[in-house]
């Protein structure tokens, strides 16, 4: 399965009667590499199981009857006790989360759009980090959360009831939102906005309402370090473990650049090869730390961040814009998933 060269994917994909997955996130369920994603079809999602290149197709329930179309281009998905939840929305579609076995919605949609969902860890607990293009604000979801059965169903007949028991009030999943009002996304692609942990704290990384770039201490409701704007605006986040420390990895226009949180000030950029950057992950494979961007032309580009330098050639396998981009293990190695618009989901081997 890789012996084929890191210039051409090791596989190209897609499901039946499918152009394209216009966004994907990324789950490991009994000990297998999922994908799941969107195929821009309405009221559907689908998974993709790398290892065997199979394909599902799910289908969503309505989220209000009003509106029965599914918008869903921003997709999330984290394992909750052992099942998919997924969490996302588009432009005409506010957030939503379903059970994707059964199709069942979760959450009901939030009002307005929705411009990126992204699963973040903090440490044991994963969250859905929602970010909403062309105004200010993201949200950290739970993706245990749920309504409660009941909700919407009325207040039933008051004749029937027993004013003698009362019953529990039940929580409601707003609870635990956090809704971060200092923070603004400008893309539409998952690297949006980042969070992860940062010596030990729950932090988001992204632009900030009113300019520069924020890293924002989820529990103390502040932000911790701003960084001063760029030449070229920042767009995509992410952060990444550089020797021993976490650094911000930010990127727009054709600039990587990484932020060090300690001094709040900004590295050389790289020039990135290649058109404008579309998105961008970034990670530790082998103890080496890695950004890899997708840009409007297709290329993919991977970088060692220690090492400041571009990994091998720019894989070109895609002929378009590159929508999402992940980097996972597969057969105990490393991997690189990509989509593009009107192309197969590629797997790459990453290049060492």
């Given at each position: 399965m ?52 199979r394909?599902?197709?799910?289908e ?5 009857e ?6 869903l ?100 999943p707003?609870?635990?939102l956090v ?8 893309s ?25 770039v ?27 473990s ?7 990895v ?53 970088w ?19 929508f ?29």
């Amino acid at each position: 399965m890789f012996a084929m060269t890191v210039h051409s994917p090791l596989i190209s994909s897609l499901p039946p009667s499918c152009h394209e997955i216009v966004d994907f996130d990324l789950v490991t369920l009994d000990g297998k590499l999922i994908l799941v994603g969107s195929p821009g079809q309405d009221r559907r999602a689908c998974t993709w199981d790398p290892a065997s290149d199979r394909w599902t197709h799910h289908e969503l329930d309505i989220v209000d009857e009003r509106f029965p179309l599914t918008d869903l281009t921003a997709i999330g998905a984290a394992v909750v006790d052992g099942r998919i939840v997924i969490g996302g929305g588009g432009d005409h579609q506010g957030f939503a989360m379903w059970d994707l076995e059964t199709g069942k919605v979760r959450l009901s949609a939030q009002e307005g759009g929705t411009g990126s969902v992204v699963r973040a860890d903090f440490g044991d607990r994963s969250i859905l980090l929602v970010g909403f293009v062309g105004t200010w604000g993201v949200q950290l979801w739970d993706p245990s959360d749920a309504e409660p059965e009941d909700w919407g169903d009325g207040d039933g007949d008051l004749d029937d009831e027993d004013d003698s028991v009362t019953e529990p009030e039940q929580p409601s999943p707003y609870d635990s939102l956090v809704d971060i009002e200092e923070l603004e996304c400008q893309s539409g692609a998952s690297s949006a906005a980042a969070a992860g942990l940062s010596a030990g704290r729950p932090v988001v990384v992204a632009g900030g309402r009113d300019g520069g770039v924020l890293v924002w201490d989820v529990e103390e409701e502040r932000h911790l370090v701003e960084f001063d704007d760029l030449e070229e605006k920042p767009t995509e986040f992410a952060l990444a473990s550089v020797d021993g420390r976490m650094w911000v990895v930010a990127a727009g226009g054709q600039s990587l650049v990484l932020g060090d949180p300690e001094s709040s000030g900004w590295g050389e950029p790289f020039t990135v090869p290649g058109g404008e950057i579309r998105c961008l992950t970034a990670g530790t494979v082998y103890g080496r730390a890695f950004a890899a961007t997708g840009a409007m032309d297709g290329a993919i580009c991977v970088w060692d961040l220690a090492e400041r330098r571009l990994l091998g050639r720019p894989l070109q396998g895609h002929g378009s814009e590159v929508f999402g981009l992940r980097v996972a293990d597969l057969d105990s190695r490393p991997v690189i998933i990509s989509s593009a618009h009107n192309d197969p989901v590629h797997l790459w081997e990453f290049p060492l």
